[in-house]
Structures are given as C-alpha cells and as structure tokens.
C-alpha cells in the first residue's frame, strides 16, 4: 500500500484515535487513481472504516448530532475520534476578547502640576496625576503653564521643506465638494514630503494640516518644552510634532497607539473626545485610504476648545483594558477628532511611544540567535516509537523542544520558569506550522490550490453520502498535538484548531476540510 495515498479519512492520523480503534485488516479497500492521472506503482486505497455507517449513542445522549458519523462515512475517522474526545457539535475558536470600558473625558487645574522650578513640575503631584489619569482618561488640563509657539507657519512650512524632516499633508477633499475641490479627488488624501514652496501655493484655502515630525531635533526651543514633562521617563518619549491647520483642517475622527500632550501654540482647535474605548480588533477604518481614519465608530461625549498661552493642555491616553480580563491586546484605543477653528492653528504634539511588543520580541529573540552555536542542534533525549500514531507530536518532545528555547533566552535560569507556563501553550500553537514548513523551496513545490467552490463541493459529496475519497497530497507533511482546550493539526507550514472544550458542529468540520482542500493539502482524486 503506497504510504503517499492513504486516505486520511478527514484527518484520521492526525487527530487521537478512539478507544478501541479497529484493526488495519477491518478497513475496506477500494483501488482509485491519483488526481493527476499518473499509473499506481502500488495499490492505492481508499479507506471507509467498519462502524461508520452508526452512530455514537453516548454523543447523542450529550444531546450533539446522532448522525454525525454516518454523514461523514467516508471520513469517520476524524468522527470517530472526535467522538471518542466527547465532542459532538458547536465549538468556538478564538482568544477571549479585550474588555474595554468606559473612560469618561475629565477637566483639571494643571497649575498644581507644573511649576516654575528647573524640574518643571510638582513631583507629588505629578505622582497623583499618574495615579489617577495616565492612561486612564482623556483630560484637559487648564492653565497648565504659559506658552508662545516659538514657530510660526512659514517657519513650519519651511521644516518641512528639508529632506531630513518627516512631514505630511492631510487635506479634507469630501468637505470641499461643491466648493472648488477636483472631481477626481477623495474624501481624504495624504501628501508625503519633503515638499516644494509650489506645493504650499496649490494647496485649498480651507481643511489641510501640515504635520512636521520630530521638531526637537531641529529647534532647541522646541526641545526645551520636553523638559516640562520628564515625570514621564526620558525612554518613553519620543518627539515634539507640530501641526499647522487651515480653517476645518485636521485628521479626522482616529485613535492612536501612543500617548500624547496636546498643546495649543497659535490659533484655536476644537477637540471632540470620546468615551467609548475600543480594542484595536474593533477599529474600522475608512476603505481605500493611506490613513487611519475611524468609519462609524466615532461617537462624541464631549467638546474642548484650546487656545494658546498654555490655558488647554489634553493628554489623550492609550487606555489599560479591564483588570484580570483575558484579553487578546494589552491596549484599549480612545477616539478624539480635532478640527482648527481659524487660520492661524499650531498645536504641538508632545508623544510617549512604549516599545512595540511584537518589535521587542523580535528584536531581542533576534540578538539572542546571533549568540546561539549555528551548528548546534536538537537532540532526542525522550525519542520512542510513536506506534500507529506517527503524526502526533508527543508531550515529551513538545517539553524537550520548549527547554531548549527557554534554555536559550534564560540561560541556568530556565529550569526555574514554570513548567504550566501559558508560553509552552503558546509554543505548541506555533510549533506545528514550523515543523511542518517545507524546507526546500523551489519553482512548482508548493500544492495545487483550488478554488473553494470545489472545495466546498466534495465536502458536500462526502457529507450527502455520494462516492468520495480524500487522499494527502504526496509529500506533504501532516503532524497534530493536544493542546489545553483541543487539537491543533498542522501541515506545509500552516495549523489549524479543533476546540474540545465545547462542541463541534458538522459546519465547522467540514470548514476545516475546506480549507485542507482548498490548500491543496488533501485531494479527491479523478475516479
């Protein structure tokens, strides 16, 4: 029998096998051809195992679907198996999600925070507002401290003229239609610099910022202004940006992934804050733009108008989720929108940006590869015939493979990191797709995909009973493991999960499958 087209009944070597699973010499045995026309070198099978055509009385008695084995006869494996778990019908996929709640906009006296000294700032003070605002609430702190924008708009303009300069253009088209605006223009566009004078000269009277990044840099007295807020830590800054606005300009309603002082230079700006925070997942975005604005998610709860002279200062916060909430992200995003209310808007930007979680694991997983031996590799302490089940990945090895990652990021330390550690959980989703990943990559090695419509229609075939067979396509490879609240089966780089914790429902199988098929990981042959 041709290793390479045994069928996998749906995933019957790649999931746990029943109980009592029946003996190799109880299968049927039906001759096919491959899906490519080629001849057999040796007998190829089809495989429909004895007991398909019942079903599960105890998976009834659950109240699951009585006929579930006998509408996947023809891939009563992964049934059977499915069975023999205790699952029958319904499951859910997927992490918890954020729990994000209520941060009501909050208006304070900032004179007790900021002083003349040369630190800036009242300490104590400082450690209050951190207590009860920093990312908290959105809040607007009046008369923070006395300021003068020491740019002015054609000093900004010519900033951003300079190649060095990051700077950008948002004009506001969709509020100038009727109104002199191009007929082929969007609702929004976004213009990159450095820029021209001419590019200034061609710009609508009315709804366009200027944004200059990293102005500090450029001018001490802008980097002077930082000084008045190191009770933040210096690591968490990270530039003064300057915005200028024509009458109407800004960026549309939006959130942002950092945390941010606001303050009004020249000019007014009206904020409208909202108090609904929403988890990044959620944020819907208008289509078609190369900017980050909020489609029918903004709602406003409340307006502020800032004028200059340092008597409207707004941190606008990246917010915690709820506590000990099984959240997917460690952050909750908070909408605001600020439009110019004149021609004479500079509002000046003062941002903290924490380090990017998937950056920082990347980085540093990256400088501690480049200390690791290259010709070092895994050894097979725990290494035992698998028996029928050669595609299961095996506890032991999954537990030899996580050592040695830990052994690498803590040294002597490792064997002190807990051994029910969520990261081993974390480790086994991925480690699946890894080992599976094809390890030559060549012109014509990938699989033949299909269109999902096909897909779909042998599915149907093998679910309405009709003459089907699935066979793995030749040389890719399948493994599975247990996970805490199911299976996880992987093959050619890609993994795919089997909740057991609940139910599992005829669609969601024949989902998987799909996919399988579509992938062109499994296959009906031509008959």
């Not at 200059?212 to 007295?221: C, F, G, I, T």
């Not at 033949?448 to 679910?463: F, H, K, M, S, Y």
């Not at 429902?505 to 031509?526: F, M």
């Amino acid at each position: 029998m041709s290793r390479s087209s045994i069928l996998l009944t749906a995933l019957d070597t790649l999931v746990p096998p029943p109980a009592d699973p029946p003996a190799l010499s109880d299968w049927q045995t039906h001759s096919t051809m491959s899906r490519h026309a080629r001849p057999a070198t040796g007998q190829e099978s089809c495989l429909v195992g004895p007991g398909c055509e019942s079903s599960d009385p105890s998976c009834s008695a659950r109240g699951g679907h009585a006929g579930i084995a006998l509408k996947l006869r023809h891939i009563c494996g992964l049934s059977i198996a499915l069975q023999a778990l205790g699952v029958c019908e319904g499951f859910a996929v997927g992490a918890s999600p954020v729990a994000c709640k209520i941060h009501p906009p909050r208006e304070i006296d900032g004179r007790p925070l900021f002083t003349d000294t040369s630190s800036g700032f009242n300490p104590v003070k400082a450690s209050d507002f951190i207590k009860t605002y920093w990312q908290k609430h959105p809040v607007l702190l009046r008369n923070a401290f006395r300021f003068e924008s020491p740019v002015s708009p054609d000093e900004l303009a010519g900033l951003a003229c300079e190649k060095e300069i990051f700077s950008r253009i948002v004009i506001e088209w969709g509020a100038l239609k009727g109104k002199g605006a191009p007929p082929d223009k969007p609702s929004w566009e976004m213009l990159m610099g450095p820029f021209e004078e001419e590019t200034f000269a061609s710009l609508p009277e009315s709804h366009y910022t200027l944004l200059v990044q990293e102005v500090s840099k450029h001018v001490p007295e802008v980097a002077e202004l930082g000084s008045k807020f190191q009770f933040i830590p210096s690591w968490r800054m990270d530039d003064v940006m300057i915005s200028y606005a024509a009458e109407g300009g800004g960026v549309g309603p939006h959130v942002d992934n950092y945390d941010v002082f606001l303050l009004q230079g020249k000019g007014k700006r009206r904020w409208s804050i909202s108090a609904k925070t929403l988890a990044p997942k959620d944020e819907v975005l208008k289509a078609g733009l190369n900017l980050r604005i909020l489609e029918g998610t903004f709602v406003k709860d409340e307006e502020w108008i800032l004028e200059p002279g340092g008597h409207g200062l707004r941190l606008d916060p990246s917010i915690d989720p709820v506590p000990n909430h099984q959240a997917t992200s460690s952050t909750c995003l908070q909408g605001h929108w600020g439009v110019s209310m004149d021609d004479e808007c500079m509002t000046y930007s003062i941002g903290f940006r924490a380090p990017n979680i998937q950056d920082l694991v990347t980085e540093y997983s990256a400088h501690v590869s480049d200390l690791l031996d290259p010709d070092e590799f895994y050894q097979d302490p725990h290494l035992k015939p698998p028996g029928a089940d050669a595609a299961r990945i095996d506890e032991e090895s999954v537990s030899d493979l996580w050592r040695q990652v830990v052994g690498a990021f803590f040294g002597e330390d490792a064997d002190k990191f807990p051994r029910s550690s969520s990261g081993e959980e974390k480790f086994k989703r991925w480690l699946g797709g890894y080992l599976t990943q094809p390890m030559r990559m060549h012109d014509g090695g990938e699989p033949e995909q299909i269109d999902r419509e096909e897909a779909v229609a042998i599915v149907d075939d093998l679910l309405s009973g009709n003459e089907a067979c699935l066979f793995q396509t030749e040389g890719m490879k399948f493994v599975w493991l247990a996970l805490s609240d199911g299976v996880s089966i992987s093959a050619n780089g890609k993994s795919w999960e089997l909740q057991v914790d609940g139910q599992l429902s005829q669609k969601d199988l024949g989902n998987v499958i799909e996919d399988l098929i579509e992938e062109g990981l499994l296959y009906c042959p031509e008959m």
